[in-house]
């Protein structure tokens, strides 16, 4: 995997449960991420993980992969998580083996919203261009879900090709979002203790 991974970090003026909600009822999530088309779930494990499939549609090829996630909603210092494992045999995928996390942080200008995950490349040499790209869309949908859920308006409001419509200043801009961890740390150092714990995804402990 990467040495640093990646890093995305906003603060949205919303209450810890609209944040919640917006990013992990999966109907909700491919609605402003625009790094999934479709997340399906299956089937819960003992520990309360979440198994499902995912998918990512081009025009040129559907990518599907297995993932499987837990959450805690209820942490000593008043903040919640969301680990995550994903995984895909589809040899043209540019993203293979993955891990990483969701953190929310109550602050006094609202829910601190921030991700830090890693991943195989499956491009080899490419990864150099992939994962800048990869870094950008997830801001970029970061800061969608922001707009969404401080303005009230629906997420799809904001399409990717309106990227391009310099005059929109109200359009979502990667650039809003943090891309550094604290202390200029790597992207997973601050994951939660659930993410070593997690199985592996597509139904393989």
């Known amino acids: 995997m990467g040495a ?17 909600n917006a990013t992990q009822d999966p109907r909700q ?18 520990d309360g993980s979440a198994r499902f499939v995912y998918e990512r549609r081009t025009p040129f090829r559907t990518i ?23 995984t895909t045999d589809d040899r043209l995928s540019p993203l293979r083996d993955g891990r990483g996390y969701w953190r929310y942080e109550p602050t006094a200008d609202g829910i601190r919203f ?7 490349p499956g491009w080899g040499p490419l990864d150099v261009i992939v994962r800048p790209l990869v870094g950008w869309a997830t801001a970029w949908s970061f800061d969608r879900l922001r707009l969404s859920l401080e303005t009230g308006r629906p997420p799809e409001t904001w399409s990717l090709p309106g990227v391009v419509m310099f005059w929109r200043g109200e359009r979502p801009r990667a650039r809003r979002c943090r891309r550094t961890p604290p202390h200029r740390r790597r992207a997973l150092d601050d994951a939660p203790t659930t993410l070593a714990a997690l199985a592996a995804p597509g139904g393989v402990e």
């Open 4 to 20: 640093r991974g990646i890093y995305v970090e906003t603060t949205i003026r919303a209450t810890l449960d609209d944040v919640w």
């Open 29 to 46: 999530h491919v609605r402003w991420d625009v790094r999934f088309s479709r997340i399906t779930p299956t089937t819960r494990t003992a």
């Open 64 to 86: 599907r992969g297995d993932g499987i996630s837990i959450g805690e909603t209820s942490r000593p210092d008043g903040t919640r998580t969301s680990a995550l494992r994903f």
């Open 114 to 120: 921030c991700t830090g995950y890693d991943y195989s």
